[in-house]
Nanobody, 114 residues
């Protein structure tokens, strides 16, 4: 079983930055691919970025950078030049590479507003 806890969300003005963190904990797991998704009110959850265990990142938004620390079982999302349309609940997702079970965090709210 894996627990994911996100942190770092909050209220930021347009053009500002935030760094989200997600910590994985539990027992007997090997975290492989880690991803960030987001869901705005009234919208479906959408993919934001992913990073494999080897550290290869993929992001659909050039303003966002994903990284990870395998020793700490943590993944991060650095978000720069934030826009009001980035407002959403951001979710961390982790794939256990042995059981192939996907785990989700509870989400952290990001609000971009002046």
């Amino acid at each position: 079983q894996v627990q994911l806890v996100e942190s770092g969300g909050g209220l930021v003005q347009p053009g500002g930055s935030l760094r989200l963190s997600c910590a994985a904990s539990g027992s007997r797991f090997t975290i492989g691919l880690m991803r960030w998704y987001r869901q705005a009110p009234g919208n479906e959850r959408e993919f934001v970025a992913s990073i494999n265990r080897g550290g290869e990142p993929h992001s659909v938004e050039g303003r966002f950078t994903i990284s990870r620390d395998n020793m700490k079982n943590e993944v991060y999302l650095q978000m720069n030049n934030l826009k009001p349309e980035d407002t959403a609940v951001y979710y961390c997702n982790a794939l256990d590479s042995v059981s192939l079970i996907n785990y989700w965090g509870q989400g952290t709210q990001v609000t971009v507003s002046s």
